[in-house]
């Protein structure tokens, strides 16, 4: 099992740019995640999807879109990147227990930078 | 509104020695207590997971226990090594399945020195 796969791994953009990061799964989980993380700030949620074709905006959705194309692919969009958007983006997939006590897999993350 | 913090925000150990992490965390209701590692330039990996009634994990070298009174967490790492130079974040969950339910701490980044 490959886990969590994200590409690319690395993206430098424009200010106004355009670009979509790739995430897929292949645990069969239901609920996938994207963040991001800056220096000082740890993880902050950005959208979730608890299935196939549903999707909620987490902490800091604003400036990104996402598709959940299926069970496998979560995919997140810039429309018109920020310097501010300068980050490092995971993506992460979450088993769903009875009991409750789930695990997060994250995957190697995207460095992207805007200038 | 729930929180989780972590001390010290960085540290410095020679290899060999020993260090002990906090969490301390005011998520109400509580489910669990989750501390991941992670590497530079990669995703965090989960270390130990503990619940409400279990005060100890240990995963190797690394020990963590829960006073679930205090709302306060620890992570020990013994005989350091050079592998474990990472950031550590403490994440809490509470009951149920949605996003909302994990609060994530900021990290603290530790730096083994040989």
């Known amino acids: 099992n490959a886990g969590v796969t994200q590409t690319p791994k690395f993206q430098v953009l424009k200010t106004g740019q355009s670009m979509t990061l790739q995430c897929a799964q292949d645990m069969n989980h239901n609920s996938m995640y994207w963040y991001r993380q800056d220096p000082g700030m740890g993880l902050r949620l950005i959208y979730y999807s608890a299935s196939e074709g549903t999707t909620d905006k987490g902490e800091v959705p604003n400036g990104y879109n996402v598709s959940r194309l299926n ?45 | 509104k729930n929180q989780v913090e972590q001390s010290p925000q ?61 709302k306060q967490s620890s992570l020990h790492i013994t005989a350091s090594q050079l592998s474990d130079s990472a950031s550590y974040i403490c994440v809490v969950s509470a009951p149920g399945s949605g996003y909302s339910t994990l609060t994530f701490g900021k990290g603290t980044m530790l730096l083994v020195s040989p």
């Open chain 1, 71 to 115: 069970k496998r692919e979560f995919s997140l969009r810039l429309e018109s990147a920020a310097p501010s958007q300068t980050s490092v983006y995971f993506c992460a997939s979450r088993t769903e227990r009875l009991d409750h006590i789930n695990e997060q897999f994250f995957g190697p993350g995207t460095r992207l930078t805007v200038l």
């Open chain 2, 10 to 70: 960085s540290l410095i150990i020679l290899e060999g020695k020993n260090c002990t992490l906090q969490c301390n965390y005011t998520v109400s209701p509580f489910s669990n207590l989750r501390w991941y590692k992670q590497d530079t330039g990669r995703g965090p990996v989960s270390l130990t997971i503990m619940t409400f009634s279990e005060n100890t994990k240990s995963n190797g070298r690394y020990t963590a226990t829960l006073d679930a009174d205090t």
